[in-house]
């Protein structure tokens, strides 16, 4: 399987991330990246941009030979079920990834999942990261069950239980598992913290084949599913990417 889009990476705006927006293009044109996401960590987390930072991505361009970028955030989950980010900062991204970070102290399972519950059904929120991790445990059916019925992707981190989430691999194969019965949309993301990891799914694989999930429900296949989920979920069209990706014939 092929994978064209990364959804998940973070650059040099995150202080614990070590490449630029430009060697992370460099990167995907090399190596048959065909679209990524720069998404890094929303305000709450002590070493992430200023929120001037999102706004301002609108100066990002659109494509870089040949590479398609989408302008997101990986927003952190508060202690009031909220997100880091104003929504009208929100709503001028192309994609919000959301997710608990260590900028929320660890709570309860309970409590874990009301607050995932909330951001799903805020309307904010396109893929809920990591969700597997074991810092953060939630009621995994009813979080998913919920992302189902909101249109909300889940993704399968490929950096879980390789660096930054040791002993989370059981809680992600669990949810895929979960996510074929409920039919879940899936995001896979890197979360690349340097440019050469990005487009690195091995983890994400092992998972999936693990848990028997298959690929009909991945977003990163194609970038023209993933531009197509983003419009379900309300976002303008980008017209100038479905032209890159689906020429116009005469």
């Known amino acids: 399987m092929r994978f064209l889009v990364d959804l998940h990476t973070h650059t040099i705006a995150s202080d614990h991330a070590y490449s630029t927006i430009g060697e992370y293009i460099n990167y995907a044109s090399e190596t048959g990246i065909q679209m990524f996401a720069i998404t890094d960590h929303g305000p709450a987390v002590p070493d992430a941009p200023h929120k001037w930072h999102f706004n301002n991505l609108r100066v990002v361009p659109r ?51 009301e607050l995932a519950l909330s951001v799903i059904k805020s309307g904010l929120v396109d893929v809920f990261a990591h969700p597997g991790w074991q810092m953060y445990p939630i009621d995994m059916e009813a979080v998913l069950e919920c ?28 949810i895929a598992k979960l996510a ?38 991945v977003l990163n296949t194609s970038p023209v599913k993933v ?21 116009i014939s005469y």
């Open 63 to 113: 494509i870089v030979d040949d590479v398609a970028i989408l302008r997101g955030v990986e927003a952190n989950i508060t202690a009031t079920g909220g997100l880091d980010l104003e929504e009208a900062t929100l709503k001028r991204l192309d994609i919000v990834l959301a997710g608990f970070h260590p900028s929320l102290t660890p709570s309860d399972k309970v409590t874990h999942t």
């Open 227 to 247: 531009l197509e989920f983003l419009e379900s979920r309300g976002h303008e069209r980008i017209q100038e990417l479905h032209e890159l990706f689906v020429p």
């Open 147 to 174: 992302a189902k019925e909101n249109n909300v992707a889940i993704e399968i981190n490929s950096s879980s239980s390789v660096n930054t989430r040791l002993g989370s691999h059981e809680n992600c194969v669990q």
């Open 180 to 217: 074929k019965k409920i039919g879940n949309t899936i995001a896979l993301g890197s979360d690349a913290h340097i440019c050469y990891f990005m487009g690195n799914f091995d983890e994400s694989v092992t998972v999936i084949e693990e848990a028997g999930l298959g690929y009909s429900k």
